[in-house]
């Protein structure tokens, strides 16, 4: 395999997914070292490239075909799956299978004070959230009308700022909703980690070593359960 016929994937490359990323790879035998300061980690044994990005990023370079692999959470891969048929744009990725890491759901969350029956208690209400996308989806679907508030970070802080009367956010074991004063009302979407392929992969050497690491990993995950 040439250089440009290296296996890219994509992986976190500081967050929540990032550690256990690395581990899932090195645990399928993908020998690396990483230098913090690149975005590129070359593997010693095995023709494999791993960039590290931002997670946001993930979605698009599969997509788009500039990596083969990425590792991504099914919530930021469906946020952009939304946006990108929103904008008739093809969706050029297929997941190849749920990881065992990264488990949380997408929520509302209004302030311990407010009065919540349903989801139509939000009618006309401003709702922060960096997932409009979802949040739309699950409101159209409930039929209610509502102004969104797009936050990329501090969510959870924007009822008490007064930017917005609740939250669509992230939450794992809720202990940041009660920090903020707020109360889990309904889960909208649930998640976890999961490895995707682009569509554009096409050379057959390429294939079969993503199919020799899919294997890999399926055994990984099944020797935990
Ligand atoms: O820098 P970069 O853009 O790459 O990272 P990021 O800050 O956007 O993402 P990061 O590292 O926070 O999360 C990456 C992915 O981890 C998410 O897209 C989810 O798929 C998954 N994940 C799992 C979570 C959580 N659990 C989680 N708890 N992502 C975020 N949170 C945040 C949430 O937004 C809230 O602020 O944690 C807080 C809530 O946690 P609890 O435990 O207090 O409920
Ligand atoms: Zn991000």
């Known amino acids: 395999m040439s250089e440009s016929n290296r296996l890219r994937i994509a992986i976190q490359k500081s967050g929540r997914l990032s550690k256990e990323s690395m581990k899932l790879l090195r645990s399928c035998g993908v020998k690396f070292n990483i230098n913090e300061q690149r975005l590129i980690a070359h593997s010693d044994n095995l023709p494999i490239d791993l960039l590290r990005v931002r997670d946001d990023d993930i979605p698009g370079l599969v997509m788009d ?42 929520s509302l969350a209004v302030p311990n004070e407010f009065n919540y029956e349903d989801a139509s208690s939000l009618e006309g209400l401003r709702i922060a959230t960096s997932y409009p996308n979802l949040l739309r989806r699950y409101m159209q679907k409930k039929g209610i009308t509502y102004t969104d508030c797009m936050l990329k970070g501090s969510v959870e802080v924007a009822p008490r700022a007064g930017l917005a009367d609740g939250i669509c956010d992230l939450v794992s074991t809720g202990a940041t909703l009660e920090a903020n004063g707020l109360y889990e009302t309904e889960v909208i979407y649930s998640s976890t980690a999961c490895i995707i392929q682009s569509t554009q992969t096409q050379e057959p050497s390429k294939q079969a070593l993503i199919n020799k690491i899919l294997s890999r990993i399926n055994g990984v995950v099944r020797a935990k359960e």
């Open 65 to 106: 075909g500039v990596v083969d692999l990425g590792i991504i959470g099914e919530n930021v891969l469906e946020e952009e799956q939304i946006e990108r048929e929103r904008l008739d744009k093809p969706s050029r990725c297929i997941k190849l299978r749920n990881l065992d890491f990264g488990a949380c759901r997408l």
